[in-house]
């Protein structure tokens, strides 16, 4: 009935969507070359405001012009934003950075870190930036990119996060406490995105180091994950890492869930492994079947298939840039055009949008300088050179300009219907608003080399090529060049033969097989927990009331809005 229902009232909104969606503006060169220099003169506002009022601070606020640690005291900021400076063509400044990160980011710290967070932001800066550091004129170390102070310092800070993945089932705990470990009385509970999205910087680090520690620990987590999904092919929105219970059972595209579907997406094709890529396919499936309509998606209880909340959020808007990357280009421009009327609605995205009532959501109408709509655009203007995305690009910029612009940056917005302003400045920003949008009116930006131009050889491996294209972004929009991985992987061969070797040492009676089945066999057995790194909860102890970790606000409050939590009673 609500089925029917909703399918009813949406089809009205899609018409309505591409009647309003006649052919507009055609955009000049001189118009593109003045957008860029729009952006680079936004970025240069919020950076150097950060540097003036906030730096060493994790962010900037804007309101009160001064700063606070947010994600856990590592000038977060300035590590998100160091790949953009150079995507603006920022050498110099991009090279003080990286050299001051160097002298002054220290991991061992009593912080309690997120370990999604840390991963994407603070791994996947430092990787992004250690890829990039030759582009931006650094001198590099013998052996790059296999080795180098920004690799060593991305390493560094992945190994604070590898505690949290010691539990029964292999996935991670949500927090971790950067020098201690998981804290004894952690909640079990997490989100479906904290489990799997780590692939993406943990294979990058595996393959430039030579360390399989992190592709593992990340692979057993996606493959455990896999495992636990409902039989009508649905995961939910929160997971007990250690019982494998699902907490929250409302499956959709967005909050708590999204950046899973993409590093399936964006992990098969950096790593060429048609694993994740068929899980995905899977998923995308059970996600068509049960959660779309009329191009839009719902949320819908992950066993029945019920819808749960007819709302669009605003993270979900990355969807239709990753259905670009699998060829689901009509679908995925269906999709755009429907979150596109939304944005115009407001000149912003809000976080949740009520479908059925075409509305906002109460205690859900802040737009915090996300970059997924913008991010979409990207893609699509790639695939298809419409000039409907640059105008998306255009009353983005507008609308930031206008609405969130302060002395002292850009301030989040707390009510996008009347425009009040919240006293923040989220990393990302820097990190992927500013530089989706920059690259969305730069075609010819070195990111979006279609593989003309290259390097060659500078890796230990001969036939090492280096920055021909295909740039994979983690979902921080910080990019990774696959070609990269490859230049490792004979140093990795390399360093393989000496542990053999090492190992036909220390151990004649070993047969090879043996040494072989330990090292590969990572699905089936359950990870050895050190005792040395015991880590919370004996089972049957009791639990603390669980304090929900996940990306931005606690999941009560996210997913309470439409009064329908959904818990697992038994
Ligand atoms: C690079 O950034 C620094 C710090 O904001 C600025 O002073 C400098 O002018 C910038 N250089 C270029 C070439 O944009
Ligand atoms: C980290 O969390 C634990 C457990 O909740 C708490 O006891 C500890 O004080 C926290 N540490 C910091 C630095 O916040
Ligand atoms: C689609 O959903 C229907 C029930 O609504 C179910 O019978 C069918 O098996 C599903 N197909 C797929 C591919 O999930
Ligand atoms: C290790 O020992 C086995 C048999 O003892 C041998 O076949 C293998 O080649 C050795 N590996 C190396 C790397 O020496």
Redesign the pocket.
């Known amino acids: 009935m609500l089925r029917l229902l909703c399918t009813t009232i949406l089809c009205v909104i899609h018409v309505f969507t591409l009647i309003s969606n006649a052919k507009g503006q055609e955009f000049t060169e001189l118009e593109m070359a003045h957008y860029r220099e729009k952006i680079k003169s936004m970025f240069?506002h919020a950076?150097?405001s950060y540097l003036d009022h906030a730096y060493p601070y994790d962010e900037l606020r804007p309101l009160t012009c001064d700063g606070q640690d947010t994600w856990g005291s590592v000038s977060l900021t300035l590590i998100d934003a160091l790949d953009t400076l150079l995507i603006l063509?920022?050498h110099?400044?991009f090279q003080r950075v990286a050299t001051l990160l160097q002298d002054t980011v220290d991991f061992d710290i009593d912080v309690n870190a997120s370990v999604f967070e840390t991963n994407i932001r603070v791994v996947g800066g430092l990787l992004s930036a250690h890829l990039l550091s030759k582009r931006a004129g650094m001198e590099v170390e013998p052996g790059w990119p296999c080795s180098g102070p920004l690799l060593r310092m991305a390493e560094d800070a992945a190994r604070k996060l590898l505690p949290a993945f010691q539990t029964p089932t292999g996935m991670p705990y949500g927090t971790v406490n950067l020098l201690r470990g998981v804290n004894p009385t952690e909640t079990p509970v997490t989100c479906t995105a904290g489990v799997g999205t780590f692939i993406l910087e943990f294979s990058a680090l595996s393959r430039l180091t030579g360390d399989p520690v992190f592709e593992d620990v990340a692979r057993k987590a996606l493959r455990s994950l896999w495992k636990t999904r409902s039989e009508i092919g649905l995961v939910g929105n929160h997971i007990d890492v250690l019982s494998k219970k699902w907490v929250a059972q409302d499956a959709g595209i967005g909050a708590g869930v999204d950046s899973y579907f993409e590093y399936l997406v964006k992990g098969s094709i950096m790593l060429q492994d048609e694993e994740l890529l068929s899980m995905f396919l899977e998923y995308d499936k059970a996600i068509k079947n049960y959660t779309k309509f009329d191009d839009w998606y719902l949320w819908v209880q992950m066993h029945k298939g019920t819808v749960s909340m007819p709302v669009f959020q605003s993270l979900e808007a990355f969807w239709p840039g990753l259905q670009s990357l699998i060829g689901e280009l009509d679908s995925a421009l269906r999709t755009f055009h429907n979150y596109y009327t939304v944005w115009r609605q407001f000149g912003g995205l809000p976080e949740f949008y009520s479908i059925p009532q075409g509305y906002t959501v109460d205690k859900r109408e802040g737009y915090p300088l996300r970059p997924e709509l913008i991010e979409s655009a990207m893609y699509l203007y790639k695939a298809t050179g419409d000039h409907t995305f640059l105008q998306l690009g255009r009353d983005a910029v507008e609308s930031i300009e206008k609405i969130t612009r302060v002395p002292c940056g850009y301030a989040s917005v707390k009510d996008i219907r009347d425009h009040k302003l919240d006293n923040r400045m989220e990393s990302f920003f820097l990190a992927e608003t500013i530089k989706y949008l920059y690259l969305l009116f730069d075609p010819d930006n070195f990111l979006h080399n279609s593989g003309l131009d290259f390097e060659l050889g500078t890796g230990p491996s001969e036939d090492c090529v280096l920055g021909a294209g295909g740039y994979i972004f983690n979902t921080e929009a910080h990019p990774l060049d696959p070609a990269a991985l490859h230049c490792c992987s004979r140093k990795q061969e390399e360093r393989r033969e000496l542990q053999d070797i090492l190992l036909n040492l220390s151990e004649p009676l070993a047969s090879p097989q043996d040494a072989q089945s330990q090292e590969t066999d990572s699905e089936t057995e359950p990870p050895v927990m050190d005792p040395s790194e015991s880590i919370a909860l004996k089972p049957g102890s009791r639990r603390k009331a669980p304090l929900l970790s996940c990306p931005m606000q606690p999941f009560s409050a996210r997913l309470a809005v439409m009064g329908q939590v959904f818990t697992d009673g038994t």
Do not use: A, L, S, V
């Open positions: 240069y950076y150097n063509g920022n110099t400044e």
